[in-house]
């Protein structure tokens, strides 16, 4: 039986607009900045050419989870307004073999017949790692997916229109040649939020809850010293189930966790 009968002609669905820009993401800024520059790239590549510039064909958005990679780069394909592909590792994983290197070309196919168009991996470490050819199953599998994703990253031009931005958690464990320049030329960082942008974070995740006057967005900020986006969502969150359970309808300071 073909193997390609296992694959959904519905996997990876291309969106045309995300409904997310860069006003939608807290801090950040300096990554903003250099987005910008590479989308500027994207949109004029023979410009920049005969300066003898090239558009980087793959962004490493490393970070601790919950930080908003996602978010960012459906901000980005916003901002750029063009095609957006959203994979994860987990879109990869098949009981047959082969599955997966065939997923990778489906991918990328698609992604050049709706250029430009940004790919967006997730959980980049999980379908990226070293390859240590043990010889078990699970590692030929990924071995062979490895080796179509640089093909693949192999066998597009740079003025193609396409940009690959893949998130993990862990630059460390992916395979050295996958992100080596070239094809993944750029490694940013997404950082926790700082002192800036968790007042911002905490005014938004405040919007439409009760909450009594010992409670200040400065204050939540400074308590969420070193905490994720994610966290602080979730923290708020808790805070306000934990002032019902005993019987208030405000949370205080005292609430939050």
């Not at 410009?47 to 459906?74: D, H, Q, S």
């Not at 229109?161 to 030329?185: C, Q």
């Not at 490694?187 to 009594?212: A, F, Q, T, W």
């Not at 969420?224 to 969502?233: N, P, Q, V, Y």
């Amino acid at each position: 039986m073909c193997s390609k009968k296992f694959i959904s002609p519905n996997t990876f669905k291309v969106v045309r607009k995300t409904g997310v820009k860069f006003d939608d993401v807290i801090g950040m800024e300096n990554l903003k900045n250099y987005m910008c520059q590479v989308m500027t790239i994207m949109k004029n590549p023979r410009e920049y050419a005969k300066k003898g510039v090239r558009m980087p064909k793959g962004v490493i958005l490393e970070g601790a989870p919950g930080n908003g990679k996602t978010l960012f780069a459906r901000a980005v394909a916003g901002e750029a307004n063009v095609n957006f592909i959203a994979a994860k590792a987990t879109d990869f994983e098949s009981m047959f073999m082969a599955i997966g290197p065939m997923k990778v070309k489906l991918l990328f196919k698609k992604a050049r017949r709706r250029a430009p168009c940004i790919v967006f991996i997730d959980e980049f470490d999980g379908i990226g790692t070293k390859r240590n050819y043990s010889g078990s199953a699970i590692e030929t599998e990924n071995t062979r997916i490895v080796t179509a994703l640089l093909n693949e990253l192999d066998g597009f031009e740079t003025n193609s229109g396409i940009l690959v931005l893949a998130a993990t958690n862990s630059l460390a464990a992916l395979d050295e040649a996958l992100v080596r320049p070239g094809r993944f030329d750029a490694h940013v960082s997404v950082p926790y939020p700082n002192l800036e942008s968790r007042i911002k974070l905490c005014e938004m995740y405040l919007r439409g809850k009760n909450y009594d006057v010992s409670v200040t967005a400065e204050k939540l900020a400074r308590h969420f010293d070193g905490a994720s986006c994610a966290k602080i969502e979730s923290a708020l969150n808790e805070a306000v189930l934990a002032a019902e359970l005993h019987g208030r309808t405000q949370f205080s300071l005292d609430d939050v966790k």
